[in-house]
Nanobody, 127 residues
Framework: QVQLVESGGGLVQAGGSLRLSCAAS????????MGWFRQAPGMEREFVAT????????YYADSVKGRFTISRDNAKNLVYLQMNSLKPEDTAVYYC????????????????????WGKGTLVTVSS
């Protein structure tokens, strides 16, 4: 199995930045497409961004394009989500996910179908 641990969440003012990290266990990290999803209070868990196994392809939700950047370092078994120009509506618990399919398929598939999840990290953006 793949174990995922998120970190980097916290409280930030609107317009500020945060970088989330996801640490994956095991030596098969590069076999998985990786992604970030988020869930705000009273809302469904939604797709944020995914990155391919090699890091060469990325996909973003329209709501975060131009503000968020997903990247991965396979040598360190880490996935990042750089979040800039944060808005109050970005407030949510952010979850790291891994899947054996493509990053594109991962982005278009319901979250319940994905292979592995972390426990989440809370991001709160104040006005």
């Amino acid at each position: 199995q793949v174990q995922l641990v998120e970190s980097g969440g916290g409280l930030v003012q609107a317009g500020g930045s945060l970088r989330l990290s996801c640490a994956a266990s095991g030596r098969t990290f590069s076999s998985y497409a990786m992604g970030w999803f988020r869930q705000a209070p009273g809302m469904e868990r939604e797709f944020v961004a995914t990155v391919s196994r090699s890091g060469g392809s990325t996909y973003y939700a329209d709501s975060v394009k131009g503000r968020f950047t997903i990247s991965r370092d396979n040598a360190k078994n880490l996935v990042y989500l750089q979040m800039n120009s944060l808005k109050p509506e970005d407030t949510a618990v952010y979850y790291c996910a891994a899947d054996s399919r493509t990053a594109q398929a991962m982005a278009n598939t319901g979250y319940s179908a994905l292979d592995y999840w972390g426990k989440g990290t809370l991001v709160t953006v104040s006005s």
